[in-house]
Structure formats: structure tokens, C-alpha cells
């Protein structure tokens, strides 16, 4: 569809929808399932829309190999429901996608969710109707729906992105984006394959692949810099001690910055001496998860001094552990520091480069040129494949956005009125975009995302009880309140290491037309510290949300 500015629309539609809605969820992923949970127990009428043909988002659509947590299964499962924590077991400590799917599938099912929501339903447009204060919602076949509030659940890396290389569509063999894997096993035993990508889904995948492929060919552009996962089972007796330790670890993730279960360390780098330093990052690197990250001296994400000595720690690791030392040198970043990007977690990814069966190409040395019918060609040799697997990852946090037609008061087109980067009040609300609401867009904490999920979701449940309750049928973020936010915003990210690099949380992707300048699309203050912003806009009766 053409998309023109958005400023010469009319503003009301003439199709009729044919379902009317309290309110409309779009996407049935962590987000999506658990504000249809909340906004029934309001008494709400609601409709879920989602594009795939189950729940699960996220762990509904990437089922490549090697697909698993970062987090810990346990701190990254919903904590809502007494009943659920008590009834589910984790197999592993960083479940892979299989069992989070599973999970998932069992919450739908314990709260019957599944008869609010609408599977095969992709929507391609929605539009604020002003005069009669209402969402039209449509779906790529043409069905209509309309509803008073709106809240999108589109999930912020849920937009595949392909490279821009020419002739994708050359290739005669098999091909797969890691985030659209069939459903259906893919037989990948002595195959002649190639991984396109480094972030952390392409070290997730191959990892995986390596294991049984005839020969594995990795197209790297950017490395990144990785850390040990050390995933490990949860024995029965184990899994006895962690649910008891619930409340308190639940608990500990409402402190931490970024809701993890992980402190920084307050000392900074340079405060202790050269071997207590070597000697507490071999103990971080020696621990399972993000602890080397988000557990790490307080300063080596602001510090430029004490990220580099960081990353050249994690640069001896990789030399220690790649024989031979050419290969080494490509896989250690050089544009960035250790932890400026979310820290891809790996499970022996560094030892594959080590087997006979696996080779490593360097795109910024040999740019691919195109995809031949048999495989890829690069600036300097062709290459033959039976399976080609893109793990070139997302349009993160505004590209689920971006493939909607949004239209809001007056016909304004929400990708136009982002085009210089989000503006939002609280990352939930947008002037000019009555009604609508947005969970885990843009401006709102991520960190360990489903506890930034659960109180988003309160949140916004708190404001559809106060909709209700004072019968209001016009929500809109007054312009102050989003200027204010969208400067605080910002001036959070001033002075992060990670805001001078491009990756997806700058809003940077080489494979998406506009989006090559960084932006700030993401919150960066502390988990603690947004909750408790959030929390006073409530308590004030919803400051600065323009209320009839
Ligand atoms: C491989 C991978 C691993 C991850 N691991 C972790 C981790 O360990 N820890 C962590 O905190 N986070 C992790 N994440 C981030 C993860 O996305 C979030 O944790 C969480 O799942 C987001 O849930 P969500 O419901 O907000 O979005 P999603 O799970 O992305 O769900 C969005 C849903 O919206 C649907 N949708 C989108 N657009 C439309 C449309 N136009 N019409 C209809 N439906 C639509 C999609 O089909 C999808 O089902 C990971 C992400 C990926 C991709």
C-alpha cells in the first residue's frame, strides 16, 4: 500500500466494522495474554488479534535451533498467579523455546484464553475514528473490528528483517529466517549449510547447527561480544528450592536496574586492585546467565576506561579459547565494548569455530555480493549450499509499529509522526493517538522483559479501571506530558556507552531503509525508577492524560 504523509487524510472511514469491542489487544504473546487476563477481570469485552496461529509470540514464531533464554526460566515466568507458579516445573535453567512454548500454551490454557483470541489474523491497519471515539481495526482480508481503546502487544523484536542482499529469491534450496522456522522438523544432519548473522540468535543457532552439519559456513558482519550461558537442569529437588525461593526472587527482580536477578557490583573497576579485578571476572565468567553484565563493577557501562579492560578480558577469553588466532581476531568486536549491546549468552559458540566442519567468512573483509541459484556469492568466492538459515534478526521496538497503517486524531500517521524517533508518554501513550496504548513499545523499561510486562499491563489496566469507573471514552497524552517524558528519555541515555553504538536498542538497522541514525528508542533508567514515575501518574489521577 502507498503510505503518504499523513496530514491530507480524511479522518473517518466509511466501511462499517462489524464487531464492536471495549478494547481491542493486538498479539497474543507474554504482553498480550496477560492483558487479556486483567482486562476480563475488569468486565471488559475484549478481542485478541493475532497474526500466528498460536500463542506464544516471541517463543511462538522462533523455533530455529538452539532458540532459548537468556534469562532464567524461572525469573522470566509470569509471576501473577499463585496457582501457576506452584503447578509448573522448569526442565532447565534457561529453558529452550519447546518448553517455553509449552509453558505458554498451558497458561493459555489455564485461564481459558484462547476463546478471546483470534488466531490468522494479522492486522494491517487501524484508525481512529474522532467523532465517535473508536478504533477501526482491520485485517489484511479485509475484516473489521471496532473498539474503544486499543492496545497494541506487538512485541518489540518481532518484525523479521531480511538482509539487502540482491537475488535472495535465486536460491534453489532450502531457506528460513530463524524467526519464521517451520513448524515441521528440518533435517539439517550433513548438510551443507550456511548462517547468515552473528547477533544472538545467529550464536544460538549456530551453536546448534554445527553439531550435525556436514559443513557449516558462517557469514559474519559484526561480532559481538559473547559470555558463557552455562545452562544446566533443575533437578526435582532443585525445582522444590527455587519455588520457595519465589517471593524473595520475584522480590529481587522489582529492585534490580533492569529487573534481572543480577546487582551491579558498587565498587568501580579501577577502585579495586589488578588481581581482585582478574579474579572477580573470572568468577562472573565462571557463572551461569547476565551476571557479567548486569552483575558486573557498577562503572564499565559509563567508564570508557573500565569497558575497555573489561573487553579485553573477554577478548583473552576468546583467543584462550579459538586455536587458531586469525579466526580469533574476527570474532573479537572491534567497534564496540563488551556489554554497549545485549550480551549474546553461548554454550561452547567460540570451540565451534575450532571443528574441521565449520568455517568463518568475514563480510567486512568479503561483502556478499548476491545469492546464486546454489548458494552465495562474495567479493571473492562462491559458495555452495543445500540450506540457508538468515539469523539477521529484527526492525526492533518501532518496526512491529511501522507494518501497521496507524492512524490516529485527524488522520495522522503514527510512522510519520516517529520519523525523527518515538515520542510517548510513560513509552504507553501518544499525542494525537487517543486511546491507544502500547505495551513494551518504545520509551518503556525492557531489561528482563516479562517483569517489565506484568507492570506495564497493571498499568495500563489501572487506567482502563479508571476509564470504567468515571466513564470516560477519551484517553489522549497531552503534548506537555509527552515532551517531558520524551526529554527525560533521553537525558537518561546521555553518557551511556550504549547509546554511541549502533545496535538494536539505538533504533540502527542496516537492513531497514530509515533507520540508519540512531535514535533513543529505548528507556535506560532503572526498572525501579520508571515503576515509580508510572506509580505517581496514577496516584495523581493520571496526570498529564487529557480525560472526557
Ligand atoms: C529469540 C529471542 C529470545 C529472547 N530471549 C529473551 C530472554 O531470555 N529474556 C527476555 O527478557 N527477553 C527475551 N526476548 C525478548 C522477547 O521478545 C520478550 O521477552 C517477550 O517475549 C515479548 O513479549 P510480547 O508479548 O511483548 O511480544 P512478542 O512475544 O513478540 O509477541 C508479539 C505478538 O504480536 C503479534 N503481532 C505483531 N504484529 C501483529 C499484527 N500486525 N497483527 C496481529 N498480530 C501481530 C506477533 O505475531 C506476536 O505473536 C527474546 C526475543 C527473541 C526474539
Known sequence: MAQTSAATETTDRTTAPTTHYDAIIIGAGMSGMYQLFRLRQLGLRVLVLEAGTGVGGTWYWNRYPGA?????????????????????????????????LRYLNHVADRFDLRRDIQFRSRVASAHYQDAARRWDITLEDGTCFAARFMITAIGPLSAPTMPLIPRVDNFKGQSFHTARWPHEPVDLAGKRIAVIGTGATGIQTIQEVAKTAGHLTVFQRTPNWCAPLLNAKISAEEMVQIRAGYPQMFQRCQETFACFLHTPDPRGTFEVSDAEREAF?????????????????????????????????????IRQRVKDQIVADKLIPKNHGFGTRRVPLETKYYEVYNQDNVTLVDLLATPIERITPSGIKTSDAEYAFDIIIYATGFDAVTGSFDRIDIRGAGGQWL???????????????????????MLIGPHTALGNIPRSIEYNVDWVTGLMRHARDHALTRLEATEAGVASWTDHVKSLGVG?????VDSWMTGVNRNVEGKQVRIINRYSGSAPDYRAKCDAVAAKGYEEVAQA
Open 496 to 500: 551511556l556507552l550504549s547509546n554511541e
Open 68 to 100: 532459548r533464554f537468556d534469562s532464567e526460566s524461572y525469573s522470566y515466568a509470569y509471576s501473577f498467579s499463585p496457582e501457576l507458579l506452584a503447578e509448573w516445573d522448569w526442565g532447565e535453567h534457561f529453558a529452550g523455546q519447546p518448553e517455553t
Open 415 to 437: 510512522k510519520d509522526k516517529w520519523k525523527h524517533g518515538p515520542a510517548t508518554y510513560l513509552g504507553v501513550m501518544v499525542n494525537g493517538f487517543p486511546n491507544m496504548m
Open 281 to 317: 571476572w573470572e568468577k562472573r565468567y565462571a557463572e551461569p546467565g547476565f551476571g557479567i553484565w548486569q552483575g558486573n563493577f557498577r562503572d564499565i557501562l559509563t567508564d570508557r576506561k573500565a569497558n575497555a579492560a573489561l573487553s579485553d578480558f573477554v577478548a583473552r577469553k
